[in-house]
């Protein structure tokens, strides 16, 4: 069952959250999140707004709760039809929140006094970095409390004292939805699921808190596409709080559950650069030898080494844009398909952040037109506030970072 925002919603899941072909049960989507854009924060004259800063009490709220605590009461009712059952099931939560705007009941607010709430150090526009690599914001523009503001478009930057205020509210939006986490594992402890049921909790992508000078999702720093990836495997980690440094991705959650859960026909074969006439294939490779790899080194830390599982040399990621520079209409946070220009494909290794922005016609990359690059050594600048891919030395590195790159998109090509 799918509970809340588990796919995105529209054209990205096909208007339908993948019903019926992923789903046994209509997918579940609470009746308050039509309010979402509706003005119900707080202004200091005592008005009512549209704001990216939204502390509330919930019982003023329309319906008197929140999207997340209805698909909370949702899922807990789903484990609770099932106490006393061994049928398997799928259940996935998506919890909104943190998504803007940043609207959740205000008694968590009391976690985080902002005179704790630390900005960080290097928060200005790299100046080597490409214009067509900035993410101006624009979602927290259309805010009211932002506007209000009145800063420039599209580099000025938002004030450190309302910084503040965004980054105490993204954090108690966190330990809200940490909250529910923590109630929703429980009913799995009362229901009696907790010994049988492996747990994955991950984040959809990153956000930024004025690093390089940005707020939001919208680039391909390791901040806006890094994510939580959490795994509890009955049986398995128990009393074992480990973490590994292997490079993952998401499209490596669907190997990884089907070999954990032991589904029938195992973890179906890697995808040719031509799927279309294959029935059943994956992207990802199953975390589980990482997984045993990092259980046998706590049971062996005084023992011989436990070897290593030969692992992927590079992580993927990428974001379009409608041209060069920043720019409201078309919007190059939030480009729509006929409107991408350009796309930024990224390479993540162990120690290096390589990106091509290159010419995109259609829905085809034209890698013969690289319109920018962007390389940081992540060993020396793990921020990624030093742009290097202009340093004639780095040359050779590039050149190879590019064939990776390339090798990993290839598809792209076809």
């Known amino acids: 069952m799918s509970v809340g925002k588990v796919f995105h919603p529209g054209v990205s899941s096909n208007w339908s959250d993948d019903q019926p072909y992923s789903w046994s049960q209509y997918p579940y989507h609470p009746s308050t999140q039509k309010y979402k854009e509706s003005a119900v924060c707080s202004n200091s004259d005592g008005t009512l707004g549209k704001n990216i800063v939204c502390p509330v009490e919930v019982h003023f709220q329309p319906g008197k709760t929140l999207p997340d605590l209805q698909s909370l009461h949702v899922a807990m009712k789903f484990l609770k039809e099932r106490q006393g059952s ?194 059943l294939c994956t992207e990802g490779i199953s975390l589980v030898p990482l997984i045993q790899q990092e259980i046998a080194s706590m049971h062996q830390e005084n023992q011989a080494k436990v070897s290593t599982p030969q692992w992927k040399s590079g992580v993927f990621s990428q974001y379009p844009r409608p041209g060069v520079y920043p720019t409201y209409k078309p919007n190059s946070d939030k480009p729509r398909l006929k409107d991408i220009r350009i796309m930024g494909y990224t390479l993540r290794t162990q120690r290096h952040k390589y990106t091509e922005w290159v010419h995109f016609d259609d829905n085809k990359a034209d890698w013969s037109q690289v319109i920018a690059r962007e390389l940081y050594d992540h060993k020396l600048d793990s921020g990624e506030d030093l742009n290097l891919a202009d340093r004639p030395q780095f040359a050779k590195l590039m050149g190879r970072l590019s064939q990776q790159l390339r090798a990993g998109w290839s598809r792209h090509q076809s």
């Open 86 to 279: 061994h049928q398997p099931f799928l259940l996935a939560v998506g919890f909104h929140k943190p998504h803007v705007p940043l609207k959740y009941p205000r008694k968590y607010l009391k976690h985080h006094p902002l005179d704790s709430v630390q900005l960080p150090d290097v928060r200005q526009r790299p100046s080597a970095l490409p214009t067509v690599a900035w993410n101006p914001w624009t979602d927290l523009r259309e805010r009211d409390d932002i506007a209000a503001l009145n800063l420039s478009f599209p580099f000025q930057p938002i004030p450190d004292w309302y910084g503040k205020l965004i980054k105490q509210s993204y954090y108690a939006a966190v330990t809200y939805i940490d909250d529910l986490v923590g109630q929703l594992t429980n009913q799995l402890d009362i229901t009696g699921h907790s010994n049988d049921t492996i747990i994955l909790l991950i984040g959809d992508h990153g956000w930024s808190m004025a690093e390089h000078g940005e707020w939001s999702k919208f680039s391909n720093f390791d901040v806006a596409v890094n994510v939580p990836f959490l795994l509890s495997i009955p049986g398995q980690t128990e009393g074992c709080s480990r973490s590994s440094h292997a490079l993952v991705e998401l499209v490596d959650i669907f190997p990884t559950l089907v070999e954990l859960a032991e589904l029938p026909g195992g973890v179906p074969p890697l995808c040719p650069d031509n799927s279309s006439s294959v029935t």
